[in-house]
């Protein structure tokens, strides 16, 4: 069983920045995919940036250039480092760990940390 545990949300202004963190438990981490999803009130939950076991990086159109995704396989730890934040990033930011074993497909969701960037 994995758990995730996301930190490092809170209120900003407009212009400002936050780095997020999520930190998993178990043994899979460096064989998985991370992902950081986000959803705002009243809106569907939406992908912003994903980074695959070996590092590659993808990015939202909405983030990118802004939003910077990074992982620490010493630490079991994925980061969203967020830069030039805008009000329309207010959301609750979700991380999500992936991978596949065998014939097996396993997906965990952390519990959310509020981000709130004002204007």
């Known amino acids: 069983q994995v758990q995730l545990v996301e930190s490092g949300g809170g209120l900003v202004q407009a212009g400002g920045s936050l780095r997020l963190s999520c930190a998993a438990s178990g043994r899979r981490f460096s064989i998985a995919a991370m992902a950081w999803y986000r959803q705002a009130p009243g809106k569907q939950r939406e992908w912003v940036a994903n980074?695959?076991?070996?590092?590659?990086?993808n990015y939202a159109d909405s983030v990118k250039g802004r939003f910077t995704i990074s992982r620490d396989n010493a630490k079991n730890t994925v980061y969203l480092q967020m830069n030039s934040l805008k009000p329309e990033d207010t959301a609750v930011y979700y991380c999500?760990?992936?991978?596949?074993?065998?014939?097996?497909?396993?997906?965990?969701w952390g519990q959310g940390t509020q981000v709130t960037v004002s204007s």
């Open positions: 980074i695959t076991s070996s590092g590659t990086t």
């Open positions: 999500n760990l992936n991978y596949r074993l065998g014939v097996g497909r396993y997906n965990y």
